[in-house]
């Protein structure tokens, strides 16, 4: 175990990293696959200079002279012809010329068919962003993707190469069929543990830890299933696994790489530690000031911050220069929506969804938080579910429909959107909260009370939590509970008293309730912090002023009864955070029982 340990601290071999760098860029370069070309400049450009040096003294880096567009044949002429057209994105005509010489050899049967899922996509894209408009797509918008397959899948596979496992998987997941495409991301890494896109597209589709630690098994203690680690944890909320992984990365040589702090920062994002998030984003737009993949996520913190002043910097810098960008747009829609301004936002969105559908599903949760403001309940309906349809792990769109249900009063909707919302991320608190409040509208008070202690102990986001549950026993009339809680609530966020718009009814509660019990000094000193608040003064006031004659005439009957009498304390009982005190009714169920289905309701 320990020597295991060490292995996986010990500092990387510099020269096998850009050798294998270099083998991507080159192999990725040939075949027009930009994302992973782009990816491993990127990763080349911030390694270490003396791991550079190693590697060109060393005898097995070899950088070749010849490319594909410089093999002049009689053939060879349609493919660079091909290539280029390719490169100005005229898939068609491209398609036409790769034709002519896909049966070369491997390379341009690859290329042919990486034309036709190019020119497949695109026009997937050009059409999905109608679908929010005519209210559903078209059965035949992946016809093209179909036929691609079926001719795909009528080639020899004993002689695929990586690159056409890869072309094959992103082929099956784009027509959902993710056990398919995630044998195929295996077999492309088993063909090369190199090909980092399939490493990527593989991270998308694993299902639990268990299948990422059975990939990271194809290459173990490599850099590159470090790398794929680090982004495949936060699927499974490890979100401080992950970054510990970034962190480890690190240190053991690919030292400051905006991608390992954009990684980071995408973790705090999702941890809602925004601050940190904010800090890690800063850090690589200072290496990168015009990266605009991710920035999105950016504004996404400074909004929740509602730091006005450099969300509209950030949007209008790179509206001068990715102005054609999804990820500006997401950053545009999010500048226009702090202002208020909900219809411009959602321009920007459905350009962001012209621009690219399949960026992610937070863009469609987006819109439908949007068209909430808006009042659109239709619209906003339809956005939540694309977003699910996106990406069903993401629990975002579940809450987003759970929120409209509830808005709408439809409270077994809402419970059964929460409760899937809750399986996506069962350690949110704001799930936990969401789902207490439905209990409670549904009378299901033992489950709400479980709800709200659940988010108390697995760590309340909002610090809304025990203010719930105060507020839950209050209403049922269990005052010395409340009291319990409200007494946890002001000593779990004393340091923010002050500015805590709930503390002077906290604080208002407890000092009645002690001034009810006869704990007049507890009492007077709960109603001593409330004169700190206008709105509760008077009425601390008059409950001090109530204490002073009750004190008053206690010593006054004291005196007259029994001089060696002395009047009992009534100290609240510590109330247990871990179980249950509501008496359960004989309607109540076990906690998040998750519904058959909507057809149910």
């Known amino acids: 175990m320990e020597a295991s340990q060490k292995q996986a601290e010990a500092p990387f071999v510099g020269k096998e990293i850009v050798s294998d760098l270099h083998w991507l860029i080159r192999e990725c370069d040939d075949r027009l696959i930009v994302d992973g070309t782009k990816w491993a400049s990127e990763i080349l450009c911030y390694l270490p200079a003396k791991w550079i040096d190693e590697a060109k003294s060393c005898k097995k880096f070899k950088i070749r002279s010849e490319s594909i567009s410089t093999r002049l044949s009689t053939v060879n002429r349609f493919s660079i012809l091909a290539r280029n057209l390719l490169v100005a994105k005229e898939f068609h005509r491209a398609e036409f010329y790769f034709e002519k010489a896909r049966n070369m050899d491997s390379e341009y049967t690859f290329m042919y068919y990486w034309t036709r899922y190019l020119k497949a996509i695109n026009e997937d894209l050009e059409n999905e962003i109608e679908s929010i408009e005519r209210k559903a797509a078209d059965l035949d918008d992946e016809e093209q993707l179909f036929l691609l397959y079926r001719d795909i899948q009528r080639e020899d596979t004993n002689s695929f190469d990586c690159f056409m496992h890869y072309l094959k998987g992103l082929l099956q997941r784009s027509l959902h069929l993710r056990e398919e495409a995630k044998r195929s991301f295996v077999a492309s890494i088993q063909k090369d543990i190199r090909f980092w896109p399939s490493w990527n597209e593989l991270a998308t589709l694993v299902e639990d830890t268990d299948e990422v630690v059975s990939s990271i098994s194809m290459a173990s203690d490599t850099w590159m299933s470090g790398m794929f680690e680090m982004i495949a944890l936060p699927r499974f909320h490890l979100f401080p696994s992950a970054v510990s992984k970034g962190d480890q990365l690190a240190s053991r040589g690919l030292g400051t790489q905006p991608a390992l702090l954009i990684a980071n920062a995408i973790c705090y994002n999702q941890m809602y530690e925004h601050d940190l998030a904010i800090d890690r984003f800063q850090q690589a737009h200072e290496l990168d000031p015009f990266r ?123 419970l059964y959107y929460y409760q899937k919302a809750h399986t996506c991320k069962p350690q949110d608190s704001r799930m936990l909260v969401a789902l207490a409040e439905v209990y409670q509208r549904l009378s299901r008070n033992v489950d709400a009370e479980k709800c709200l202690i659940k988010a108390y102990k697995v760590g309340d986001v909002e610090g809304t939590a025990l203010l719930h549950l105060a507020k839950h026993y209050e209403q049922l009339q269990l005052r010395e509970n409340a009291a319990c809680v409200y007494t946890k609530y002001i000593e779990e966020y004393k340091e923010s008293t002050s500015t805590d718009i709930n503390a002077p009814a906290s604080l208002l509660f407890l000092s009645r309730y002690h001034a009810d019990v006869a704990d007049y000094d507890l009492a007077s000193e709960y109603a001593q912090r409330c004169l700190e608040f206008e709105q509760v003064r008077h009425e601390a006031g008059s409950i001090l002023r109530s204490i002073q004659q009750k004190q008053k005439l206690r010593r006054t009957s004291h005196r007259r009864s029994s001089p060696r009498g002395t009047a009992p304390t009534v100290t609240p009982r510590r109330l247990d955070l871990t179980e249950p005190t509501i008496a359960e009714d004989n309607h109540a169920e076990e906690l998040m029982a998750v519904s058959d289905g909507e057809d149910d309701f």
């Open 292 to 414: 605009v993949e991710e920035m999105n996520l950016f504004s996404d913190s400074l909004y929740i911050r509602m730091d006005r002043v450099r969300l509209a910097s950030l949007a209008h810098s790179f509206f001068r220069t990715h102005k054609y960008s999804w990820e500006t747009c997401c950053i545009v829609a999010n500048y226009y929506s702090i202002r208020g301004e909900h219809e411009q936002s959602i321009r920007f969105l459905h350009r962001a969804l012209r621009i690219n559908p399949h960026s992610s599903a937070s863009t469609w949760t987006l819109i439908g938080h949007e068209f909430m403001e808006l009042k659109n309940n239709s619209a906003a309906c339809l956005a939540y579910r694309k977003a699910i349809e996106k990406d069903p792990s993401d629990h975002r769109g579940w809450y987003g429909l759970g929120q409209l249900y509830d808005i709408l009063k439809m409270h077994q909707y809402a």
